[in-house]
T-cell receptor, first 116, second 115 residues
Framework: AQKITQTQPGMFVQEKEAVTLDCTYDTSDQSYGLFWYKQPSSGEMIFLIYQGSYDEQNATEGRYSLNFQKARKSANLVISASQLGDSAMYFCAMRAVMDSSYKLIFGSGTRLLVRP | EAGVAQSPRYKIIEKRQSVAFWCNPISGHATLYWYQQILGQGPKLLIQFQNNGVVDDSQLPKDRFSAERLKGVDSTLKIQPAKLEDSAVYLC?????????????FGPGTRLTVT
């Protein structure tokens, strides 16, 4: 069964430091996509970064990078130089074919709090 | 470009009442999604449209939930009658197409409280 697991309900990080948010996934498909979204208290889901299953290089977008370890089925998000505005919920998601259509399934999220 | 628009932002109703949510996707986006996000959980897909046709509604509680996208643009999601467990944020999202790597853009959501 397709599944996303985020084992860290909450994380603290000091401003300007780096933080890693864990994500593991389960799928038997060879072709899939992995996404990270940020959800601030306002509620809107903001796309951060994407990694395709066939991409050999780890994805990077500004201060965000995705540590993709295919054999371990992990797709951890690394945020460098944390800022106070990074405080939010972070969701890992996987897109794969399920029941003949592409579906996006989400993990339960990690709440990140950046300390000044 | 304008993002995904949703209204209302907040709604409080009593159980057994009806409620409707509206979503206007990003212009040109063929695929539209409705998600339900219960407090403390990740969003769960309720229904997916490709233009004005339903691609997937396997997780939509069809005895009380309905959705339509008649002209392939904006969409409405209705709950009739509402139950206490329907209290959640309802998120609308859209994407250019339904392929593997297409990013979904989300609206601000409608927070529903059923009392």
């Amino acid at each position: 069964a397709q599944k996303i697991t985020q084992t860290q309900p909450g994380m603290f990080v000091q401003e300007k430091e780096a933080v890693t948010l864990d994500c593991t996934y389960d799928t038997s498909d060879q072709s899939y996509g992995l996404f990270w979204y940020k959800q601030p208290s306002s509620g809107e889901m903001i796309f951060l970064i994407y990694q395709g299953s066939y991409d050999e290089q780890n994805a990077t977008e500004g201060r965000y990078s995705l540590n993709f370890q295919k054999a371990r089925k992990s797709a951890n998000l690394v945020i460098s130089a944390s800022q106070l505005g990074d405080s939010a919920m972070y969701f890992c998601a996987m897109r794969a074919v399920m029941d003949s259509s592409y579906k996006l399934i989400f993990g339960s999220g990690t709440r990140l709090l950046v300390r000044p | 470009e304008a993002g995904v628009a949703q209204s209302p932002r907040y709604k409080i109703i009593e159980k057994r009442q009806s409620v409707a949510f509206w979503c206007n996707p990003i212009s040109g986006h063929a695929t539209l999604y409705w998600y339900q996000q219960i407090l403390g959980q990740g969003p769960k897909l309720l229904i997916q449209f490709q233009n004005n046709g339903v691609v997937d509604d396997s997780q939509l509680p069809k005895d009380r939930f309905s959705a339509e996208r008649l002209k392939g643009v904006d969409s409405t999601l209705k709950i009739q009658p509402a139950k206490l467990e329907d209290s959640a944020v309802y998120l609308c999202a859209s994407s250019l197409a339904a392929g593997l790597s297409y990013e979904q853009y989300f609206g601000p959501g409608t927070r529903l409280t059923v009392t």
